[in-house]
């Protein structure tokens, strides 16, 4: 089975954020959708190993930020590689509480909406929560990203506990040039790349970087990387 075949299915790619008590908390999800006009409902996939999980179970509410396709890939990571066990996500994030008391992400977002869950579908290692849509706004007129764009055009990773997860199979590296992985998060810097969003031309070698350039998807620095094997 070609597996691949999956990445055709559209997805966009949104913060997904939820409450419990005082504490917040989002995460990056892409399998969310629309189901029903008339009340207006939607339904999104969350992996029960998350935080956001705990958070939409025990508040039985959560927030959708839709990114727009410039959002850069460090934000991606910020809310899609890094645990709110670890960090407050929101500490220097753009954000508003919402008429659900759930936090919105207004950073890099076109839009949002707000949904109120009225039931869960158990699915293994995910739970798919459908709720109503309580509130909505449009905060500008730029395109959403798609979930094509961001792995095509952005080169963006896919954490392992998200629903669309697909092992991927790297590029036939470059001769001569060495190429290096993140153990954060996956992400791998190809010197026939580079790093175009930090301003390093393709051509330049791993050892070649500044001492100050991160990994553009999780934020760590070189000294987590590894040569690939």
Not at 19 to 47: H, W
Not at 94 to 99: C, Q, R, W
Not at 133 to 143: Q, Y
């Amino acid at each position: 089975m070609d597996e691949r075949a999956l990445y055709k299915i559209g997805y966009g790619l949104y913060v997904v954020s939820s409450v419990d008590g005082e504490r917040f908390n989002g995460q990056i999800a892409n399998a969310l959708v629309q189901v029903t006009a008339d009340p207006i409902e939607v339904a999104v996939s969350i992996n029960k190993q998350n935080l956001t999980h705990e958070f939409i179970s025990k508040s039985r509410v959560f927030t959708v930020s839709v990114l727009s396709i410039d959002t850069p890939l460090s934000f991606v990571g910020h809310f899609g590689f890094r645990s709110g066990r670890e960090l407050d996500k929101f500490e220097e994030v753009e954000y508003k509480t919402g008429a659900t008391g759930a936090p919105v992400v207004l950073d890099n977002a076109v839009a949002y909406f707000e949904v109120e869950v009225f039931d869960g579908l158990d699915v293994g290692t995910h739970t798919i929560f459908v709720g109503n849509v309580v509130e909505a706004e449009v905060l500008s007129d730029g395109e959403p990203m798609t979930y094509a764009y961001y792995h095509a055009v952005k080169r963006g990773k896919t954490p392992r506990t998200a629903a669309t997860y697909i092992e991927e199979k790297e590029p036939v590296e470059v001769e001569g040039m060495d190429r290096y992985v993140c153990t954060v998060c996956g992400y791998v810097y190809d010197p026939a790349v580079g790093d175009p969003e930090s301003g390093i031309e393709p051509g330049t070698a791993f050892e070649d970087l500044p001492d100050d350039w991160v990994c553009p998807v999780c934020g760590s620095g070189k000294d987590v990387f590894e040569k690939e094997e």
